[in-house]
């Protein structure tokens, strides 16, 4: 779906905890035998936290983002909480990110944009048509997920995969005579898979006070094959909407940037004609780290040259709901 709008990264950040969590040490907690999570996954290694707060991550990503655009975080206009992990269920994770920042009395508004897997995505969107209206001029879009505290053992496909990372950009209006733009959007929705992936805790459904609240309700599960099943029967139809050809071939796209799902997903996008070259990885040394990945990925193939200025980019990925998102876009 053609939306042309004036969109510019101005600036990028990442943060990672230094904890490093090689394969072998989640073979153990999950009972699996030696080398399965790499075999199955291509996970070798992984970040987790350890006394790190999401938004403490997010703050140190923004700062090095702002860093780059030669902004003061108080020239911010709006700062968006792009997050599949939240810190805490009140306040909204934005609010602690711009006090992370030292913001707490600047009264810049701060908010969440929640689809999971897909935030970063969905928020670069928001953030494009904030900007076309002129409302904001510099919009700070932080993406920090700790998602290791929710793993469950017994899960293990799902366990091995997650990692914790954070990364921010800061995005202004293009102007007129520069070719960053973000040229297609699109986000579709799929509620029947909406247990297909999920953290059934923490919410007013199960809550802890609840006497049939069970402590595994609190953490993380996914239905992998399901999901791919899903992914499967939706994909094609969906490039074809997000950018006519590109469920047979890249067309002029340069780079792909997808989020980190999976071993397995990652090699799905081969199917569509795609060159591996020219897909991002960062699955095997990071993992999957929720909404964090795909920043994660565009940071190390900027930092790394394989996306420069005037470069087409595609952002892509699935999230729990069951959601699917894409976004072209003009470095």
């Given at each position: 779906m053609q939306v042309n709008l004036p969109l510019k990264i101005i600036g990028l950040g990442r943060y990672l905890p230094p904890r490093v969590v090689p394969s072998s040490e989640l073979e153990k907690i999950c009972?699996?035998?030696?080398?399965?999570?790499?075999?199955?996954?291509?996970?070798?290694?992984?970040?987790?936290?350890?006394?790190?707060?999401?938004?403490?991550?997010?703050?140190?990503?923004?700062?090095?983002?702002?860093?780059?655009?030669?902004?003061?975080?108080?020239?911010?206009?709006?700062?968006?909480?792009?997050?599949?992990?939240?810190?805490?269920?009140?306040?909204?994770?934005?609010?602690?990110?711009q006090r992370q920042l030292g913001l707490g009395k600047s009264g810049i508004p701060a908010m969440t944009v929640h689809t999971t897997c897909l935030s970063f995505v969905a928020a670069m969107d928001v953030a494009a048509n904030f900007l076309q209206t002129g409302r904001y001029k510099n919009i700070l879009i932080a993406s920090a997920d700790v998602a290791s505290c929710g793993i469950n053992?017994?899960?293990?496909?799902?366990?091995?995969?997650?990692?914790?990372?954070?990364?921010?950009?800061?995005?202004?209006?293009?102007?007129?005579?520069?070719?960053?733009?973000?040229?297609?959007?699109?986000?579709?929705?799929?509620?029947?898979?909406?247990?297909?992936?999920a953290i059934m805790g923490g919410g007013s459904g199960r809550h802890p006070r609840y006497p049939d609240h069970r402590p595994e309700d609190d953490l993380f599960h996914m239905d992998g094959p399901a999901v791919l099943r899903m992914v499967r029967e939706i994909g094609d139809d969906f490039l074809e909407e997000l950018y006519p050809g590109l469920s047979k071939s890249l067309l002029d796209i340069d780079v792909v940037v997808p989020h980190q799902a999976s071993k397995v997903g990652l090699l799905m996008l081969t199917r569509f004609g795609w060159p591996q070259q020219k897909i991002m990885h960062t699955l095997e040394w990071l993992g999957n780290c929720v909404a964090a990945s795909i920043p994660v990925?565009?940071?190390?193939?900027?930092?790394?040259?394989?996306?420069?200025?005037?470069?087409?980019?595609?952002?892509?990925?699935?999230?729990?709901?069951?959601?699917?998102?894409?976004?072209?876009?003009?470095?």
């Open positions: 009972g699996v035998p030696a080398g399965w999570v790499e075999r199955r996954n291509g996970v070798r290694e992984r970040r987790w936290v350890t006394d790190e707060t999401s938004s403490f991550m997010a703050a140190q990503a923004a700062c090095e983002a702002l860093d780059e655009a030669g902004l003061t975080p108080r020239q911010l206009d709006l700062i968006i909480n792009a997050s599949g992990t939240a810190e805490q269920a009140i306040p909204d994770t934005g609010a602690l990110i053992p017994k899960e293990p496909e799902s366990a091995s995969l997650v990692g914790d990372a954070a990364a921010a950009v800061v995005v202004t209006r293009s102007k007129d005579v520069e070719a960053s733009r973000l040229l297609h959007a699109h986000f579709k929705t799929y509620g029947e898979g909406a247990y297909l992936t990925t565009l940071y190390q193939a900027v930092r790394d040259g394989n996306i420069r200025r005037g470069n087409k980019v595609l952002l892509a990925g699935t999230g729990a709901g069951l959601s699917i998102g894409g976004l072209v876009l003009t470095f």
